[in-house]
C-alpha cells in the first residue's frame, strides 16, 4: 500500500463548480499536511500549509484534515478557469523530514 | 517566478551517457532539495544539501549524485542513463534546514533519454 493515495483524476467541471480533492495516507506518523498546485509545463507551487487535525481558509480555498480518518480534502470555491491544473497533496513528518507526495489530480474548470 | 533557476529546461541524450543539471537556489536560501517526477511514481525525493552538507537522502540510485558548491547553486549529475530515467527533475530550495514545506520549486529539467 502506498503511504499517500491520490485520485489522478482527471475532474472537470464547469466555471463556479466547488471543487473538492482528497488524499488518503497510511502512516499516522505525518503531521504537517500541504496541497501544492501545478500549472502544465511549471513546477509545484505551495497553495495551503495545515498542521494537525482541523480546517484552514485562504481566500478560495479550505484545506482539512482528518488524522483519525487518515484523510485530508481541498476544496475550491467558486472555481475560476485558472484554477485548471494538477493538485499534489504532500505531507511529512515534521519540518526535518523529506515530503511524501501524491501523484496528483488533473483539474479542468470549463468557463 | 519563484526564484529558482534550473537549467537546461530540455535535455535529450542517448541510454548510456551522462548528464549534469544545474539549479541555482533563491537569494539566501541554504537548503536545495532535488526531486524526480514521472507519469508512474509520482514526485518523488532524490536528495537534499544545506549549506554544501548533504542532509537528507531519498529514493535516490547509486548511478545518481548530487553536490551543493559553496555559492550554493546545486548540481545533480545522472550517469549510465536508462530509458526509465526519462523524467522531470525538479529543484527547490528554502531558507532553512529541515522546512521543506516552504520549498519554493524551479521550473523543472525534462530529460528524455533515448
Known amino acids: 500500500q502506498k503511504e499517500v493515495e491520490q485520485d489522478p483524476g482527471p475532474l472537470s467541471v464547469p466555471e463556479g463548480a466547488i471543487v473538492s480533492l482528497n488524499c488518503t495516507y497510511s502512516?499516522?506518523?505525518?503531521?504537517?499536511f500541504m496541497w501544492y498546485r501545478q500549472y502544465s509545463r511549471k513546477g509545484p507551487e505551495l497553495l495551503m500549509y495545515t498542521y494537525s487535525s482541523g480546517n484552514k481558509e485562504d481566500g478560495r480555498f479550505t484545506a482539512q484534515v482528518d488524522k483519525s480518518s487518515k484523510y485530508i480534502s481541498l476544496f475550491i470555491r467558486d472555481s475560476q478557469p485558472s484554477d485548471s491544473a494538477t493538485y499534489l497533496c504532500a505531507m511529512n513528518r515534521g519540518s526535518n523530514y523529506k515530503l511524501t507526495f501524491g501523484k496528483g489530480t488533473l483539474l479542468t474548470v470549463n468557463p | 517566478d519563484s526564484g529558482v533557476t534550473q537549467t537546461p529546461k530540455h535535455l535529450i541524450t542517448a541510454t548510456g551517457q551522462r548528464v549534469t543539471l544545474r539549479c541555482s537556489p533563491r537569494?539566501?536560501?541554504?537548503?536545495v532539495y532535488w526531486y524526480q517526477q514521472s507519469l508512474d511514481q509520482g514526485l518523488q525525493f532524490l536528495i537534499q544539501y544545506y549549506n554544501g552538507e548533504e542532509r537528507a537522502k531519498g529514493n535516490i540510485l547509486e548511478r545518481f549524485s548530487a553536490q551543493q558548491f559553496p555559492d550554493l547553486h546545486s548540481e545533480l549529475n545522472l550517469s549510465s542513463l536508462e530509458l526509465g530515467d526519462s523524467a522531470l527533475y525538479f529543484c527547490a530550495s528554502s531558507p532553512r534546514q529541515g522546512e521543506s514545506a516552504e520549498a519554493f520549486f524551479g521550473q523543472g529539467t525534462r530529460l528524455t533519454v533515448v
Open positions: 537569494s539566501g536560501d541554504l537548503s
Open positions: 502512516n499516522s506518523a505525518f503531521q504537517y
